[in-house]
């Protein structure tokens, strides 16, 4: 094809498809805020500051403290400093000459100077305070989130808008960063507030009012608005969760080769700007509902801060207050703006966090109901026989069952092949093996054990899984083997496994051996090749030395040499364990002692390898095909 053909056929494609639109039903698909009347929003700050000070209490008692002892220190420093004005105001504009007027007014200006550096200390320490709590608090609502997800039961994963509240809970971890400090400054903001109020009502209490007027519409505006920028995220969740998940993976330099080799690059870029803009569409369709707030509070506030200033001149024109008592009204008007104002911002900073912590301790609590609540009982060894009946498993959403009345017993020193086209229902049965997944009907059990009533750890600590998509985790080698489980201090077992899969040489042959970390972006990491990703996954089950061996499709990226080592190994340690083994490559179901296959999630033949292939039926046809590729 010339440069001008594909010029033309370009020219003639269609348009790249855009991004799919995600739409849920259901309780997860609807805005939690949408029938929230104001008021309840407004009453939720209480709750959000209780919240906030519980975490911060378990995170650093000490610095809690500190923080609690500035709010107090602050506090007292703005009412000394106003009371202090007051007394300086009096002696200043008294009567007598300058240096007597100033004379008396020295103790005052003291007491307001020592007053102001205490109130600055305080600021000083209570950042300090937020500075000790702030890290430890992030890292650990971080890791709650992280061990949450990796404690639910499997089946949560295939739950619609499990992911997308996981990416909500995201936002609630990251807003820990600044809470504690938002709540710091609306609890200090309130209580100069409140003594400074204090002193304006003594000196008219015609003011207090007014001043609230002032700042009320501004608050309202705050909450408002934050509740329309929640609106946005909410609506964004699913498709930053989805572009989140596509800028990895077409960035990571795993998939870098597929990407310029098909031409996907225009593509992706496209895919990523239109999600990105469409995201942008629904954030400026909100603008002009922000501008209309902004405009409507900042014009009602501005009316009542008129009227406030007004009625100060009106009083002290009118004689109704003292010069020096109004000069000390001015400081306590700006005083209290000051810190009603900032009680404003910062209370909608507060409620604006609560939003998103809520989201993530709901996300937290439906986490939590999801862990595996299943018996006590443990699962001791040797395990001799498992025994699967009449079991049937439907993923969550789905009309029909991946494992349908299946049927199996399975004994010690024995292996099973399970064999089948893809959607046949082999993996699933495996994870129901393991207990990873509980039957919705009929019974799993191991030694005569329900595992819906067995401790899941005991069974995991006794299963060895080589799944179809394994991780290829940017660990060191020795940890890629033991999976952070080491069974000794030495390194003899590890070898032993690396070499039950013939990557001796490999591995030695890395810039650190054992020690190389295995992520090549990563400075001074390496990679391997997919065969020998894989045969280092089949280690890792060997180095369990479990109970219950289940490899699932261990070897579809292996060369033919290490695909006989990989079996000739499992036919040699097949006999202190059960051992499962998945594959479309039917010759290698030579080693198994019987033989499943499955279809639509049923067991339609079963029987030895030389049964099966004189049978006629699914098996045979499927050697057949394999043999004719």
Known sequence: ????????????????????????????????????????????????LARIARLSWRTDRRAVQLLAGCQVVTGLSAAVQLAATARAMGS??????????????????LVLAVAAALGRG???????????????????????????????????YAVDGFTDRQEAAEMGVMRTLVMVADAQRFLSALIRMVT??????????????LLLLAVLPAGIGAVLTARVDYEIHYANVADRNVRGMMRWWATTSKYGD????????????????????????????????????????SLAGGVFLVAAWGALAWLAVTGRIALAIAATAVVAVQTTLAALSQVVVNGAAVFHTSLYLGDMQAFLDD??????????RDIGGPVEEIRLEEVVYRYPGKDRPAVDGVSLTLRKGTILAIVGVNGSG?????????????????????????????????VWARTGLVPQIFAQWPLRVRENVTLGQPRTGDDGPVWEAVDAVGMREAVEALPAGLDTLLARDIFGGAELSGGQWQRLACSRALYRRPELLILDEPTSQMDPRGEHGVFERV????????????????????????????????ITEQGSYDDLVHAGGTFAELLELSHDR
Not at 270 to 287: E, K, N, P
Request: proline share 7%.
């Open 258 to 297: 597929e990407v310029r080799a098909n031409s996907m690059t225009d593509y992706l870029v496209f895919w990523y700007r239109s999600l990105s803009d469409r995201c942008d569409r629904r954030t400026l369709a909100a603008a002009p509902r922000m501008l209309r707030i902004a405009l409507l509070t």
């Open 367 to 376: 986490a939590a109901a999801r862990a595996p609540r299943r018996g006590q």
């Open 426 to 458: 082999k993996s699933t049965l495996t994870r129901l093996l393991t207990g990873i997944y509980l039957p919705d009907k009929g019974r799993v059990s191991w030694d005569g054990t329900d595992l819906a009533d067995a401790d899941p750890a005991t």
């Open 571 to 602: 036919k040699a340690v097949a006999a202190d364990r059960i051992t499962v083994v998945v594959t479309h490559r039917l010759e290698n179901t030579r080693i198994a002692d019987h033989i499943v296959v499955l279809e639509d999630g049923r």
């Open 92 to 109: 200043v504009l008294g009567a007598g000459t300058v240096g007597q007027r100033l004379g008396a007014a020295w103790p005052a200006l």
């Open 122 to 156: 305080a600021t000083a320490v209570s950042a300090y305070a937020d500075r000790r709590i702030t890290p430890r608090l992030t890292t650990e609502t971080d890791s709650a989130l992280v061990e949450a997800v990796c404690r639910v039961e499997a089946a949560a």
């Open 1 to 48: 094809m010339t440069q001008a053909d594909a010029r033309e056929q370009q020219d003639t494609a269609p348009p790249p498809p855009p991004p799919a639109e995600i739409r849920y039903s259901g309780q997860y698909s609807v805005n939690p805020l949408a029938e929230v009347s104001f008021g309840r929003m407004c009453a939720q700050i209480p709750a959000v």
């Open 196 to 209: 400074a109020g204090g002193v304006l009502s003594v000196l008219n209490l015609v003011m207090l009012p």
